[in-house]
Each structure stands twice: as C-alpha cells, then as structure tokens.
C-alpha cells in the first residue's frame, strides 16, 4: 500500500504542475515572473510544474491567487459535469506519461 500511495501522491504532483503551467501559459507569464509575484525562485516553479517538488496548501493558494483560479474538492465519484471534466483531464495527462 505505501507504493502506491507514493505513487499517487507522485502522479497528483504532477497533475498538479501540468495544471499550473497551462493557466500560467495561458495568461502570458513566463516562471521567472511568476516567481517574482509569488516570492519562489523560478527553478522552483519549473520543479512544481514538473511534479519534481512537494509543495503544500500555502503554496497552492498562493498560486490560485496569483494566476486566478478557484480551489474547491469535488467527490471521486460526482456525476456533476465539473467532476466529469476534472476526471477526463486526469486520466488524459496520466495516459499522456
């Protein structure tokens, strides 16, 4: 069991990291200036857009804050069409490495 939650928690990582990077490309901000918004060196963001760094809940809001995106939980097992989409996203990216 301890494998594959080290496992998952590595693929959320990731998940996580490729989601950052889209929304940071997405409004134009290159990691440096990021960075410089949130206070992190840039090689950090590349290592949390890359699922390379074990970041917390402050870091995550602080990202939410910056590049403008709500954190909510949805229910694994939610038929609601956000709980769809997230899904579809997820097993996308996790076929995609």
Known sequence: MANESEEYKLEARKMYGSWIKQIREEKGLTQFQLGE???LDRST???IEDGKWNFGIDTLT???QYLDFYLFFIEKESTDEL???????????????
């Open 37 to 39: 918004k949130m206070n």
């Open 83 to 97: 709980a769809v989409t997230m899904r579809d996203r997820w097993k996308q990216a996790h076929e995609d490495n």
């Open 62 to 64: 602080l990202f939410a």
């Open 45 to 47: 963001i590349s290592k």
